[in-house]
């Protein structure tokens, strides 16, 4: 299922991702030495990538954190309407001084995303977008291969996994289609995710080394996993 994302919505969203930073900046400046020590001691971040299985609970799961930690999720159709659209790709690009588009810029570099000239300049637009959020940090990020992209010092990369069956209930569940339907486009999508990191990062999307946590949605409640998360997140990061 597709998500169109309005206008109207995005820039309300990166107007609130933008005050977040801002009230950052401002509680370092104001709180004194102790506080700026305490807010730069990362160099970029904190952040939270979530990667998932189509009709796993990921996106659920996101949403309950950042309800808890008053951060913003950004999921693949909203990195994908800012990469797409200039204004908003600039509000989250003005956050950074030159020497971290320069780093930002090193970042895409190493990376060879294929095809055709226009999906590759897409591409590396929306990645672009991903490593600037990921610096700013305060933000959720859902697919996108954003666990393989950032540094893995500055946030907690999950894996969100759930039974091929009750996953596909899930979907045929939430979209109206038939159990058989489900279960193909389940295929299909695991598919797709699996062939987007190996032609852009070339990296196997089940790489336990990937990931600091993987989330077993089939063993735990969304309860404890979002504790496990959260904690998780709390005591890798300080």
């Given at each position: 299922?597709?998500?169109r ?15 977040l ?5 401002r509680a370092a ?14 160099k970029e971040?904190?952040?939270l990538?979530?990667s ?14 950042a ?6 999720v ?23 001084d030159e ?7 090193d ?6 995303v294929p095809?055709d000239?226009g ?11 991903v490593l600037?959020?990921?610096?700013q ?6 697919g996108?291969g ?21 996953r596909?209930r ?6 109206g ?8 486009r ?8 699996a062939?987007?990191?190996r032609q852009?990062f ?5 790489d336990?080394l990937g990931y600091?946590?993987i ?16 904690a998780?997140?709390?005591r890798?990061?300080?």
């Open positions: 299922m597709t998500v994302v309005e206008s109207t919505h995005l820039d309300h969203l990166m107007d609130r991702q933008a005050n930073w801002e009230l950052r900046r400046h104001e709180g004194g030495e102790k506080a700026r020590r305490e807010l730069a001691h990362l971040g904190p952040w990538t979530i998932k299985q189509l009709g796993s609970g990921a996106v659920d799961l996101a949403n309950r954190l309800e808890r930690l008053g951060w913003q950004f999921d693949r159709e909203i990195l994908e309407a800012i990469s797409s659209q200039t204004q908003t790709r600039e509000t989250v690009l003005a956050r950074l020497r971290e588009r320069g780093w930002i810029e970042s895409l570099a190493r990376l060879l095809g000239p999906k590759a300049a897409f591409q590396r637009e929306l990645l672009r977008v600037a959020l990921g610096h940090g305060r933000a959720i990020l859902l996108r954003a666990n393989w992209l950032l540094d893995p010092r500055y946030g907690l990369r999950v894996r969100v996994v759930e039974l091929p069956e009750e596909a899930t979907l045929a569940r939430l979209e289609i038939a159990p058989a339907a489900a279960r193909e389940l295929q299909q999508d695991d598919a797709a995710r062939a987007y990191i852009t070339h990296r196997d999307i089940d336990p600091d946590m989330v077993n949605l089939a063993a735990m409640s969304a309860d404890a996993a979002d504790d496990a998360v959260e998780g997140l709390r890798k990061l300080g």
